[in-house]
């Protein structure tokens, strides 16, 4: 199963930059179908930026412009470089991947989870 563990949060003003990480360990490192989301308490959690299976970024309408989702392959991470953070920014990150390895045209499976990151944005 992968294991996938995040770093990166904290606590900033508004209009800071704070890079979220996402390591993959063993053999669990993906390309594709991986992707940063978050969660406030009472809320679902929602889609931040994702690398869908066919390797195109997708960003929320919320963050665009702002957050950018990049991987290091050699170093098995996925990044989240957050920009201009506002105080609805603020939530519980996790990375996400798809363990299993499918043909193009099979939707992307968000099956495997870290623990998350808190990163909260003071006004």
């Known amino acids: 199963q992968a294991q996938l563990v995040e770093s990166g949060g904290g606590s900033v003003q508004a209009g800071g930059s704070l890079r979220l990480s996402c390591a993959a360990s063993g053999d669990t490192y993906r390309t594709s179908c991986v992707g940063w989301f978050r969660q406030t308490p009472g809320k679902e959690r929602e889609g931040v930026a994702l690398i869908d299976r066919v390797g195109s970024t997708r960003y929320a309408d919320s963050v665009k412009g702002r957050f950018t989702i990049s991987q290091d392959n050699a170093k098995s991470t996925l990044y989240l470089a957050m920009n201009s953070l506002k105080p609805e920014d603020t939530a519980m990150y996790y990375c996400?991947?798809?363990?299993?390895?499918?043909?193009?045209?099979?939707?992307?499976?968000?099956?495997?989870w870290g623990q998350g990151t808190q990163v909260t944005v003071s006004s």
């Open positions: 996400a991947a798809d363990r299993y390895s499918r043909p193009w045209y099979y939707a992307c499976d968000y099956n495997s």
